[in-house]
């Protein structure tokens, strides 16, 4: 797991350390000094922790003309015993919605398993968003599944296109635009 790293070819474009709206700006990395663990196994020290003890994350890219951002996520998405979706709901998308960002793409592909509460943090952030949208990209099968069966897809889109989406080869902005069309598509705006 320590080799899994965020996705580091667009910090040409932005990063989070440097930007005074984003949750972690001001902060320090070690490409050494490895101090963040899933369970047993040591992570890269590139991922940002937000008070989950399983679950980190990595902000790629936030437009805040545009109004999104582009979220990598790696780990346990846990919200019955740790509460995750809080921890990330309190800590991370409330700053970025006070700044603007209503549209949110989650990249999840380094999301290993989720396990779900209640959907009442999912709501909230569903009902803030107005006329934004949470699209999840890349998710596993499995951890989609979870989130159907707790009846989570109903505030984040996932699934068709969006189950396996190739995002390397974009820029951010091609990222965006390409995922903002197909949920415009599937709502019909």
Known sequence: MQDIEPYYSWKKYYDASDDAGSPFYGRTYSEFEYTHSIYNFYIHPQWDEFGSPTLYIK???CDYNEGFAIIEM??????CINNDIMFLKRDVIEPMLENGIVKFILVGENVLNFH???DCYYEE????VEDG??????FRKHV???FCKNNIDYYLVFGGQLDSFSWRTLTPMQMF?????IIE???GS
Do not use: C, P
């Open 59 to 61: 902000i790629l890219f």
């Open 74 to 79: 790696m780990g346990e998405w846990n919200d």
């Open 116 to 118: 779900a509460s209640d």
């Open 125 to 128: 952030w569903f009902q803030e």
């Open 133 to 138: 949208w949470i699209a999840g990209v890349n």
């Open 144 to 146: 989609v599944d979870e």
């Open 177 to 181: 635009d390409q995922i903002a069309g």
């Open 185 to 187: 598509r599937r709502i």
